[in-house]
């Protein structure tokens, strides 16, 4: 072994120095670099590791809120045939009391009318009395050309008024 350590100048005290030294630079490392790397390391692979479940979670939940504004929409959808078809029987309600309005408000100015009709009718039969009665006694008073007496001629037009009466209702 000496021709070695002559060879390549190797001394014992020189290495064992060498080596505590390098035990001192590996327990600094470990210590101060390798300990606190490894610290950050851990820490950003938690940080990480929340981060991919923070946003499995949120993919999830995002899934969920898809299904629940689906369910809310198909409600809404429902809802929405449900108050159309409301609508329409209200509308359809409506409609036929409006039709039955309308039939009632025509059937009174029918009625309105008829009378109206019937009252004219009443009023022209009278004045037609008047003019008959007007007219039998013009042609009384000629037919006679003189006036036998009150009594006579009041017989006469009760007479002929009777008359006329009942060819005016024929």
Request: glycine share 2%; charged share 30%; aromatic share 4%.
């Amino acid at each position: 072994m000496n021709p070695i350590v002559e060879t390549f100048h190797l001394d014992w005290k020189l290495m064992l120095a060498q080596l505590f030294n390098f035990g001192i630079v590996v327990v600094v490392l470990w210590y101060f670099a390798l300990k606190p790397l490894s610290k950050k390391i851990q820490e950003r692979t938690k940080v990480i590791e929340k981060g991919l479940a923070d946003a499995k979670e949120s993919a999830e939940k995002l899934l969920q809120a898809q299904k629940e504004q689906q369910v809310i929409i198909q409600e809404a959808r429902q809802k929405s045939q449900q108050i159309l078809a409301e609508m329409e029987k209200d509308v359809a309600q409506e409609r036929g009391q409006l039709l039955e309005q309308a039939q009632k408000e025509v059937q009174k100015l029918l009625e309105d009318n008829q009378k109206q009709l019937t009252a004219e009718k009443q009023k022209m039969l009278v004045q037609v009395k008047g003019e008959i009665v007007d007219l039998v006694v013009l042609a009384t008073s000629k037919v006679l050309e003189k006036t036998v007496n009150d009594k006579l001629d009041a017989e006469i037009i009760k007479k002929s008024l009777s008359e006329a009466e009942i060819d005016l209702k024929v």
